[in-house]
């Protein structure tokens, strides 16, 4: 136990020292042997508490970085003034052409480093195995380093810019609602104020904030309709009534143009290949009348064009339209018609379907409506009172959209999120030393401790060229090739002998000392070993609670990991195929202990002749306490 002891003070020893350093690399994961071919910005110390002991500490650090913003003097600035000096901020959301958005994001984040690392790997094998004590080198210990090139760069999925833009107008066209029914509002509430006397319909919130706007309006209402003399009940009924024939009449009205915006997209998306094709059949049709109603149709289809040019509707000018009024649309007719899914933007079945919908509402409400008018004989409100009872119920309406802002924003989080993405690529190469000191019985027939029992030494080496690549943010593949000359020591039987000496020099009893000798026994086997290794990652990162939309800091590392070994000169070993998972969690925030686990076939299709061939026998479990000294950043998010 005393050995295990030492392993551990001197792998915690080793870590706190370098760790010093801040690094900024890690393995996303381990197998048996401690190893991994993915390599991502962190520190950390993982010690392999089950079985065997193993513990590995693993470092790397970017160094000369350099970022690559060429290009970009000289685009979109007739889009943005100071077009760099906003790039350069990382702010590529302020662009409003989709090109120069996507561009921007491109060249902001393409960024090149070298890499360099260090690794410190030490096993125990039945207590043989120490790090820092007083043998010379202690089995299964190996030292490495690191040195690699990287690029980092950003990409967006198609259409990705364009989802962005729209996200984002949300708040500005709720923003400009609110400042074009804020117009002319103070003259207003003063003509209001000076017919009616009424100071309380005019009162203005004492605090900002959406929740006071809404209470301050909703009471210049009631006291508005309070101040009225006569036949309140009724026209209570009869207001209500004709709000909500107003909104479906809005909402039809809307929903009505941008049935005919769809149309016009349509007709937008197919003129150019129409009129591509008319073309060509106006140079090979002789028929005069054919060949003047093909060049009809050019012109309409010319004029249609020529029009939409002049009025500045494109493709890209219409859909950002359609679905800005989409989510404002989709809202209200949530609130008319709870149970309507009104879900697709671009969908003309979908807008069809309540525009039939709000037509037979209005028809009906409009009877509705003209029977109470005829039925009450209700004072009529001046011309300032309407309106001014008009602009406070359309500001109550968008203060009550304000207090879902922060959801709409949150919505433009995501959709960042779902359509820009941080990518990676690493190359590297990783060369390490691997020292083994024990004591082996020779099994001899030696009548003599130091002739049967001998210390051995052996010196391997591992030579390993891999990549690392980060895709979509979460997702990371690694591959590696390694030339590895090692042996079969793990494989060996140790054996515990007890040796008494009697000393004949006290006369008056027995009197014996004993000593253990702790050694390996079996064919030591040393060889060539070709690895081939595969590593799949994906970060499923964690929420903050049940309720909660939010990412917290904690991640959970799905590995999935393959190896194949080939032998040479070993007399005994077979190629060996390696299959395991790992689900291992991690934490965004420096000096946080996490941890993992893995489970892994040693001989995949049972290779090995003579040993057992069932796939239980051949599975092996490992628990792995992590403690990161400088926590897994994930880059996720580019403005």
Known sequence: ?????????????????????????????????????????????????????????????????????????????????????????????????????????????????????????????????????????????????????????????????????????????????????????????????????????????????????????????QNINNFKKMGIGELTNLEEKELYLKTIKDLDSRVDLNLKKLTILSQLKDSPGKLADLNKKLLIEKNPANRKEIQRQILEITKFLADCSQNNLTVENLKNEIYIDFLSVKQKIKIVYPDDKFVEPFEKSAWDSASQKLKKDVEKNEIEVAYIKKATNAESDTKEIKLLKEKYKKLIEEYEYQKTINEKLDDLNTTKDKNVSINSFLLYLRPSVKGDAYKYDLANDSTLVADRFVDRKFNGYTIELGSTYNFRTYNYIGLSTSINYTNNISALTTTTYKLEKQDTSITDGEFTTSEEIKALSGTFDSYMRYDLNFDYVYLMPMKESAESEKNSAIYLSVNPYLRHRIYDKSDKLKNNTILGLGLHAYNSADNKLMGGLFVQTTDLFGNHAGDDSSLGKRIVFGIIAKYSITGLKVEKKAN
């Not at 381990?30 to 991994?36: H, K, L």
């Not at 350099?66 to 290009?71: A, D, P, V």
């Not at 003097?73 to 906003?86: M, V």
């Not at 207590?127 to 210990?141: N, Q, R």
Request: aromatic letters at 8%.
């Open 1 to 221: 136990m005393k050995y295990k002891e030492y392993v551990i003070r001197g792998m915690i020893g080793c870590f706190l020292l370098i760790g010093a350093l801040r690094a900024n690399a890690q393995t996303l994961g381990q197998d048996a042997e401690g190893n991994s071919s993915i390599v991502v910005p962190a520190a950390t110390f993982n010690l392999d508490i089950s079985n065997s002991t193993v513990a590995v500490f693993s470092i790397n650090k970017e160094f000369a970085k350099k970022e690559f913003t060429t290009g970009m003097k000289n685009i979109c600035e007739s889009d943005l003034e100071n077009a760099l000096e906003n790039v350069l901020k990382n702010n590529c959301t302020v662009f409003k052409n989709e090109d120069c958005m996507e561009k921007c994001f491109k060249s902001k984040l393409d960024k090149r480093a070298w890499i360099w690392g260090a690794d410190v790997k030490g096993g125990i094998k039945d207590g043989l195995g120490t790090i820092f004590s007083g043998e010379k080198v202690a089995s299964a210990v190996s030292v490495g380093g690191l040195i690699g090139w990287k690029r980092s760069w950003v990409s967006l999925r198609k259409g990705g810019a364009s989802s962005i833009i729209a996200a984002k107008n949300v708040e500005n066209l709720h923003r400009n609602r609110i400042d074009s029914i804020n117009k002319g509002m103070k003259e207003l509430q003063e003509a209001v104020k000076n017919q009616t006397g009424c100071y309380q319909c005019v009162q203005e919130p004492n605090t900002a904030g959406s929740d006071a706007y809404i209470i301050s309006y909703e009471r210049n209402l």
